[in-house]
């Protein structure tokens, strides 16, 4: 089955940028969307963005355009780069996939194990 790794979380300071990356291996043949969610301690886990095998590409909230969905050739990686950082989007950040593009947390059953990003002075 397939599985998901998160990486490239960190510190970073107010204003700075991270670029997160979601690997899946295994079988990807039914995986149409990759999403990224996020949980903060004491949240919900709270959709942030997703991508189709296509290329479409969908946002929470975003009007000022801080984060950016993108996927390599494989469409086994996708990756989140998020600029503009603000103490508020302390979280781990979790990718996850399936057959729907959706921010309906119940589409999706595996995740992975998440990876921390911390925005603090």
């Known amino acids: 089955q397939v599985q998901f790794v998160e990486s490239g979380g960190g510190l970073v300071q107010p204003g700075g940028s991270l670029r997160l990356s979601c690997t899946a291996s295994?079988?990807?043949?039914?995986?149409?969307?990759i999403v990224w969610y996020r949980q903060a301690p004491g949240e919900q886990r709270e959709y942030v963005a997703g991508?189709?095998?296509?290329?479409?590409?969908d946002y929470a909230g975003d009007p000022q355009g801080r984060f950016r969905i993108s996927r390599d050739n494989s469409q086994r990686t996708v990756y989140l780069q998020i600029n503009s950082l603000e103490p508020e989007d302390t979280a781990v950040y979790y990718c996850?996939?399936?057959?729907?593009?959706?921010?309906?947390?119940?589409?999706?059953?595996?995740w992975g194990p998440g990876t921390q990003v911390t925005v603090s002075s």
């Open positions: 996850s996939g399936g057959d729907v593009l959706s921010n309906v947390r119940e589409e999706y059953k595996f």
């Open positions: 295994g079988s990807i043949n039914d995986i149409y969307a």
């Open positions: 991508i189709t095998t296509s290329g479409l590409t």
